[in-house]
């Protein structure tokens, strides 16, 4: 079966500095998408960054960027200079290519300090 | 362009009574899926619709939940018979159809927030 798992459930950061949340995935698939999603208090779901498991390349938008290590089965996102409006919870997702299903994980509660 | 549509954003229904939970999706989108999120958790699939097809019901419970998504306007979850257990979110996304860029990227509505009480 195919898991996400965010092994972090709360995380804080100072305003301005850069963090890394985690995220690992288990799937015998080789063509997959991973995505990473915010949920601010409104809990309004918003896609913050899209990676394809066939690019090497690590996506990136803006302050947001991922590691991503297809053999390792990890995807993590980086959030530079980060802002309070980053409070959020964050979700990895994973989704098999040419299905429908997204797996998300538990989430990770990140709190931006001023 | 619109984003996806979801009313009402909150829903307050007694023991047994029925909730209908509205969604429209993105413009040119063809694709509807539901998902349910209990507190402190991620979202868990519900259901997959295409234009007046149910192609995924797999993640719905057998009694009490249908889906729906007519011709003509948007799609609809329906609970009947609510009980507190069903107090959730319940998320509506949407896709661009097949052989599109981005196919496979959902995205989603603002959620409705059932409360059984």
């Known amino acids: 079966a195919q898991t996400v798992t965010q092994s972090q459930p709360e995380m804080s950061v100072q305003e301005a500095e850069t963090v890394t949340l985690s995220c690992t995935y288990d799937?015998?698939?080789?063509?997959?998408?991973l995505f990473w999603y915010k949920q601010p208090p409104s809990r309004q779901m918003i896609l913050v960054i899209r990676?394809?498991?066939?690019?090497?390349q690590n996506a990136t938008e803006n302050r947001f960027s991922v590691n991503f290590q297809k053999a390792a089965k990890s995807f993590s996102l980086k959030i530079s200079d980060s802002q309070l409006g980053d409070t959020a919870m964050y979700f990895c997702a994973f989704i098999t290519s040419g299905t429908y299903k997204y797996i998300f994980g538990t989430g990770t509660r990140l709190k931006v300090l001023a | 362009n619109a984003g996806v549509m979801q009313n009402p954003r909150h829903l307050v229904r007694r023991r047994g009574q029925e909730a209908r939970l509205r969604c429209s999706p993105m413009k040119g989108h063809s694709h509807v899926y539901w998902y349910r999120q209990l507190p402190e958790e991620g979202l868990k699939f519900m259901v997959y619709l295409q234009k007046e097809n149910i192609i995924d019901e797999s993640g719905m419970p057998k009694e009490r939940f249908s889906a729906e998504f007519p011709k003509e306007g948007p799609s609809i979850l329906r609970i009947q018979q609510v009980v507190r257990g069903d107090s959730a979110a319940y998320f509506c996304?949407?896709?661009?159809?097949?052989?599109?860029?981005?196919?496979?990227?959902?995205?989603f509505g603002p959620g409705t927030r059932l409360l059984v009480l």
């Open positions: 990676q394809e498991a066939y690019k090497q």
């Open positions: 799937t015998s698939e080789n063509n997959y998408y």
């Open positions: 996304a949407s896709s661009p159809p097949a052989g599109t860029d981005y196919q496979e990227t959902q995205y």
